[in-house]
């Protein structure tokens, strides 16, 4: 089994400060509007709960979990929605929460598939970004930090199922390709 090496990228305090930023614009944006949060599981489920604490306005949450990785450190290419959202969006604005934007296929094609229950609108908050693993044309609304390419894993991020409980981000790397 491969064994790979923490190092760090984003602090706690970096991510407290991003998430309360992040917060005070949504706030400001959605005042008085109907907002659904709607958050990727299950690598967004810390950035929601954080979010949704700083969140000077009422909203509603909902879920949806889409496999597109497997096993692996890439995208498998193929999206699977394995739980779906449960409530009407229908003339409400919906914001998607997402942890990292890599290639965007996912978030595309879960914005293409709100977009067919005609909410008001959809738009997207990310913690991190990826820009130069782009395969399609999508950004984000509101966005955290942009990150080079590296595999980052915790607070809420996982490789494997493995890391989500680490409360700042780190990226991984292999421990035989360090030099010590």
């Known amino acids: ?88 969006i229908e003339g409400k604005d919906l914001l998607i929460i997402e942890d990292i934007i890599d290639s965007g296929r996912t978030l595309q094609f879960l914005r293409d598939r709100l977009t067919l229950s005609n909410p008001n609108s959809v738009k997207i908050c990310a913690l991190l970004d990826k820009k130069s693993r782009r395969e399609v044309e999508i950004e984000a609304d509101y966005l955290g930090k942009e990150v080079d390419d590296v595999f980052v894993v915790g607070y809420g991020i996982d490789f494997n199922e493995a890391y989500r409980y680490l409360p700042e981000i780190y990226y991984i790397t292999p421990v035989d390709q360090q030099k010590d």
């Open 1 to 88: 089994m491969e064994r790979y090496r923490l190092n760090p990228l984003v602090s706690r305090e970096e991510i407290d400060s991003i998430v309360k930023n992040l917060a005070d614009r949504i706030s400001e944006d959605y005042r008085g509007r109907d907002l659904i949060l709607v958050c990727i599981l299950k690598g967004a489920f810390i950035f929601l709960s954080d979010l949704v604490r700083h969140l000077r306005i009422p909203v509603q949450i909902d879920f949806v979990r889409l496999a597109s990785y497997g096993t692996g450190m890439k995208t498998s290419g193929t999206i699977e929605i394995t739980k779906d959202i449960e409530m009407p």
